[in-house]
């Protein structure tokens, strides 16, 4: 069983930057981010796999940038540029099936086990 602790949320304003970590208690193969907005679905926003290759959906490409600390078992989000469209409840997720991410997806390329409790982003 994997735990995921978010944090690092809050609300910015639109051009700022917000930086969301999540501590794993095991470090599975790939990791990422989602995020769903009020009446919207969950979309996956960035992920990255065990040879540290990234996958970042069209909206956030370019912005956001996802790395995380081996040595921590921490996941990073770095958000900038943000804009009123990024505002969001943001989980962190694991897959422990995934081999690998999904180009231009932002998600691994096997469904999530393992989900945070998730960390609100308000960009105004």
């Known amino acids: 069983h994997v735990q995921l602790v978010e944090s690092g949320g809050g609300s910015v304003q639109a051009g700022g930057s917000l930086r969301l970590s999540c501590a794993a208690s095991l470090y599975p193969s790939c990791m990422g981010w989602f995020r769903q907005a009020p009446g919207k679905e969950r979309e996956g926003v960035a992920a990255i796999d065990v040879r540290d290759t990234t996958s970042y959906a069209d909206s956030v490409k370019g912005r956001f940038t996802i790395s995380r600390d081996n040595a921590k078992n921490t996941l990073y989000l770095q958000m900038n540029s943000q804009e009123p469209e990024d505002s969001a409840m943001y989980y962190c997720?694991?897959?422990?099936?995934?081999?690998?991410?999904?180009?231009?997806?932002?998600?691994?390329?096997?469904?999530?086990?393992?989900w945070g409790q998730g960390t609100q982003v308000t960009v105004s």
């Open positions: 997720a694991a897959s422990i099936y995934a081999s690998a991410v999904v180009p231009r997806t932002g998600r691994c390329s096997a469904a999530t086990d393992y």
